[in-house]
Each structure stands twice: as C-alpha cells, then as structure tokens.
C-alpha cells in the first residue's frame, strides 16, 4: 500500500514480495557495518524478517519500515519509523542501496517520514540512533533538523550510539 509520494519517490508498506530486495539490503556492507547483521541469510529469512518486523509494526503502531522506490517502481531502499521498548519514542531509520546514494533520496523519504509522523500520526517527538562513525547518517540527521541528545547503548553487548531528537510544535 502506498503511503506518501514526493516529487521523485514512492513511500509503500513492505509485503513479503520485497523479500529479495529486502535479502540484498541488509546484506549490504555499510549496511551491516553502521546498523548491524540482521541475519537475514536467505530470501526466507527476508520473508520471516518483513513478517515479523515492518508489518507487525504496521499493526500494532500504524507506521513501520517503508519500500523506498523510484517513480518507475525500482525499489532503491527503505526508510520509516521504528517502535524500540528501549526508547520513549519511534525512531526514525533509512537505508538507500549503493548505486542510489549521495542523490538525496534518503533525505527527501526521511523529510516526508517525518512530515507524515507529524500530520498523520500527530506525534510530537521523534528520535534517532546511529553509530558515531557514520558520517552520512549523522549529516543527513542534521541537516533533517534533528538535534544530538546524549550516547546510549540500546543492546547490553553493543557499542554506544549517538540519541538524536526532534521536537514538532
Ligand atoms: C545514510 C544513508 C541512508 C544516506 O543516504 P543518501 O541517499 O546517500 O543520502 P542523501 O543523498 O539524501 O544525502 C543527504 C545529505 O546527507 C549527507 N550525506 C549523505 N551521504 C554522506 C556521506 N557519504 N558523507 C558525508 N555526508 C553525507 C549530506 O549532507 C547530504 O547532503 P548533500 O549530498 O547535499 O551534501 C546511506 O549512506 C546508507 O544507506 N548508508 C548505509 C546504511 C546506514 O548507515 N543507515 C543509517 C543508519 S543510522
């Protein structure tokens, strides 16, 4: 089901017929560098994943994880809002395949995420986590308007992370 569309991108919720987009992200090196490896080691994996993940979210909080695609369909990556017990409020996460990066998409899915999180969702306050080395995504959650908080650790056996937050009024 599409959710938003930009002047460039479709925001849609997951289904299980992403599962080999969803394989190929998630086993992207950045992407298991700066958010870690979901072990998602097969197409069924990505299946289980989506299932119990995005659209588990979509039922129980009325937002989750989104396909990001092209105008023509080409899913490129995925952007949206996370519920952690861990954190008082959703978080916001994206990732953008390789060859997509570094054109504004993951800015332009991120401004609308947040956009609808504030018009639709009427939430008041959404955070971020991201390691301190990944120099894109801190950049791009500036230049997003969110504001660092403090270092947390989310995991017990993980490395701390960045808390970043934005307050709508
Ligand atoms: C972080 C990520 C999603 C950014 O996606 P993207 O589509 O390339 O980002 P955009 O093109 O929208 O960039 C928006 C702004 O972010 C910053 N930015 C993005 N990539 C950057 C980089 N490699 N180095 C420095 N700044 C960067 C810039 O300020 C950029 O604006 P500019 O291009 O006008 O300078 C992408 O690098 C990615 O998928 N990384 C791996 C997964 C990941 O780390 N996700 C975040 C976990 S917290």
């Known amino acids: ?14 289904t299980i017929n992403d599962a080999n987009f969803i394989f190929k992200l998630y086993n992207d090196r950045d992407f298991i560098r700066y958010i870690g490896d979901r072990g998602i080691a097969s197409v069924q994996d ?6 119990q993940g ?11 994880l989104c396909l990001i695609s092209l105008l ?5 990556g995925i ?9 008082d409020s959703p978080d916001i996460g994206f990732s953008i395949l390789p060859n997509f990066r ?5 800015l332009e899915a991120s401004r ?3 956009n609808d999180a504030r018009e639709r969702l009427q939430l008041t306050k959404i ?19 969110m504001v660092y908080k403090k270092m947390i650790t989310i995991e017990s056996d993980s490395k701390p992370v960045q808390l970043y937050s934005i307050q709508f009024n």
């Not at 995005?54 to 129980?60: H, L, R, T």
């Not at 955070?127 to 308007?145: Q, Y």
């Open 1 to 14: 089901m599409e959710i938003i569309r930009t002047s460039r991108l479709i925001l849609s919720e997951l």
């Open 127 to 145: 955070l971020a986590i991201t390691s301190s080395e990944n120099i894109a995504s801190i950049e791009l959650l500036l230049k997003l308007g």
């Open 46 to 51: 990505a299946e289980s994943f989506i299932l």
């Open 79 to 87: 952007c949206g809002l996370l519920k952690r017990d861990k954190l």
């Open 54 to 64: 995005p659209i588990n979210s979509y039922n129980i909080n009325n937002y989750g």
């Open 102 to 106: 570094r054109q504004g998409y993951a």
């Open 112 to 114: 609308a995420i947040l």
């Open 72 to 76: 023509d369909k080409k899913p490129i």
